[in-house]
Nanobody, 128 residues
Framework: QVQLVESGGGLVQAGGSLRLSCVAF??????????MAWFRQAPGKEREFVAH????????IYEDSLEDRFTITRDNAKNTVYLQINRLKPEDTATYYC???????????????????WGQGTQVTVSS
């Protein structure tokens, strides 16, 4: 069984920064061999892709519309993936989800269906 636990969300003023964390648990889960991603979902909207990182951390992909304010990294020694968000905007308000994609393909890495395991989410609220 695989469990992903996000943390680091909160209420922040526009222009501020947050670093979200996601720790993976599971006796047989090979975190260091698993691509990971962050998605977000605002109220009344579909879950959308934010960023993807390869199992090694050497390759990252971001949603084009998100500019360069988001940075995804990982620490395989800690079974943890991070999402740094800078210059936060009110439109960044959403629940942010961590996802693990042991079977994700290049054509599915921006899709919800490409990922097998999901965390419960952490809420990010940005005030103007």
């Amino acid at each position: 069984q695989v469990q992903l636990v996000e943390s680091g969300g909160g209420l922040v003023q526009a222009g501020g920064s947050l670093r979200l964390s996601c720790v993976a648990f599971g006796r047989t889960f090979a975190f260091s061999n698993t691509p990971m991603a962050w998605f977000r979902q605002a109220p009344g909207k579909e879950r959308e892709f934010v960023a993807h990182i390869s199992y090694s951390g050497h390759n990252t992909i971001y949603e084009d519309s998100l500019e360069d304010r988001f940075t995804i990294t990982r620490d395989n020694a800690k079974n943890t993936v991070y999402l740094q968000i800078n210059r936060l905007k009110p439109e960044d308000t959403a629940t942010y989800y961590c996802a693990a994609g042991p079977s994700v393909l290049q054509v599915t890495m921006k899709k919800v269906s490409g990922y097998t395991y999901w965390g419960q989410g952490t809420q990010v609220t940005v005030s103007s």
